[in-house]
């Protein structure tokens, strides 16, 4: 037998952030885990473009992105991690990686992209500095 899931209990609970847009890419639900990792208030977020997370030399390549798949209901992203950079209110740079989910209208047609983002800026800046030492090492010995 299945209990009945709290799904607002569930969004509000995970560590991870939950950003859902719709169609036109304005963000109607922004979960306590994106308040944290990205710095915005629900209040400041909801109704708000991704452009609040993009960062600017972004914008088009995800833009063109995002309306294919809106277009198109097809997203490489629902298994596949997409690593890439997004910025905190106070302007500074987060490395975040993420899948998406479609939600579909009853005749099908899709009316929001769900993201579940994890920031990811320790790993890689820790695996940067890994990559830079394994070359410093790498060239004291050849």
């Known amino acids: 037998m299945h209990s009945a899931i709290d799904f607002k209990q569930l969004i509000e609970a995970v560590g991870d952030a939950i950003v859902v847009c719709d169609a ?9 885990a994106a308040e944290r990792m990205f710095g915005f208030a629900e209040s400041e ?4 473009s991704l452009d609040l997370i993009v960062p600017e030399r972004q914008r088009q390549r995800h833009w063109d992105g995002y309306h294919k798949t809106m277009e198109t209901g097809q997203t490489r992203y629902g298994h596949d991690v997409l690593r890439v950079p997004a910025l905190h209110k106070d302007g500074r740079a ?49």
């Open 24 to 32: 036109s890419g304005a963000i109607t639900l922004w979960n306590p």
């Open 45 to 48: 977020a909801l109704g708000q």
């Open 94 to 142: 987060l490395s975040i990686a993420f899948t998406v989910a479609m939600l579909y209208s009853a005749d099908q047609k899709v009316t929001a992209i769900v993201a579940i983002i994890r920031d990811e800026t320790a790993r890689f800046s820790e695996e940067r500095s890994l990559r830079k030492r394994l070359a410093e090492l790498e060239a004291t010995t050849a």
